[in-house]
């Protein structure tokens, strides 16, 4: 077992980061907006700096170690430095890194996809996860001749205007529970995207098949991610998917599953674990072993409209770097890797933590509860977990303790994100699931004072 020493120092004291980093971010604030590259960079208030990783472990610019449970975000399953995704890109690099050309390299990784993911019948690569999602929704358009999607309030699908509506809705603007308000997430979302979009509430099977009927007549697809992590990491119920897939079949809807961070959850990835029979799939993150990747993927007929081989395609789709042979060999090397055994491992491992945890919470009675499957899970501060997306709206109690939660992480060499949602990778053991749930033991056992506010 992990051991925490007694007379560790204040989390405060402990969780400044070290100065190549403080003098990273200076440099960092001369050329960068905020002083960051990316709005999901934490910082506190400083970001840590990393400057590599091995294993299960990121190294920060100041030699510090933490295990690693962002994984750039759900991508490096196998972690930091996996030698056979380091070995084929040696080996491409040698070869070239991009080409006007088509390569084998990226026949070899659809084929590998194909192969696993029923319904998965054809595939195109793009750069990134958001890439994925916006050719899956013009797909959609293409074949149906329809403009309106359909989306889960609170969820998530990367930097497209019409898949950000209702992401980051609040109970001032969200409107009734019967009738989502499509709300933005920047200033400057044009209304017409607003007109567009339909939310439709999460395990909330009548709204989703009422909501659908309505505007059956110009909805093109309904974007659903199996398992949304930033609307809380919750299952779906079996009567909401069925309502969703029923509704769709009626009236001749396609169904887009974003399994951009949720094809981790097994081999064939989500949908088939939920009963989801998606029409088009948006992939990405760790089907590219650590380098930039989507894919935009489904049944043939829909696919089709990507074709260009008698004439112009219904729907042209290029870039510079869409295929690109380094992301191909990293990609397949690391899906490779990780068959039916490793993700037996991530199961296991998986619900070692997740009942860890919930025998930890049951002992001190603490108000906190878990989600998650698989490889994946999310702490909540409140004792009931959430169904959907409106009952994880956090209050300001709940913010404080998750971000001290965080930061005792932290103190402890554990790299936590802020909404304690958080993933685990194959070179993980049991140990490391021991060290996550003692510490949080242990955070129980020193905040009490602020988890009383939870109340």
Partial sequence: MHSLPSDAPSVAAQNRVG?????AFQRARRVFPDGTSRVTIERDPVPRYASGGEGAYL???DGRRFLDLNGNFTTLIHGHGFAPVIEALQGQLKRGCCFANPTESEIALAELLCERVPRL???RFVTTGSEAVMFAVKAARTFTGRTAIAKIEGAYHGSYDWAEVAYASTPENWGPADSPEATPYYAGTPPSVLQQVIPLRFNDAEGAARHIAERACDLAAILIDPMPSRAGLIPPEPAFVRAIMETARRHNVLVISDEVLNFRQGIQGASSRYGLEPDLFALGKIIGGGLPIGAVGGRSDVMSVFSAENARAQLPQGGTFSANPLAMVAGRAAML?????????????GDALRD???TVIERKRAPFSVTGAASLFRIHAGSKPPREFRELHSTPAALRVLRELTRHFACHGVVLPTNAAACLSTPMVSAEIAMIVELFADFLERQTSLIGELS
């Fill in 19 to 23: 100065p190549l980093s403080e003098s």
């Fill in 337 to 349: 890797a990780l068959d039916e055994r490793q993700f037996e491992h991530l199961q296991t491992l």
């Fill in 356 to 358: 860890g945890l919930r």
């Fill in 121 to 123: 019948e054809k595939i």
């Fill in 59 to 61: 190294i920060d610019l």
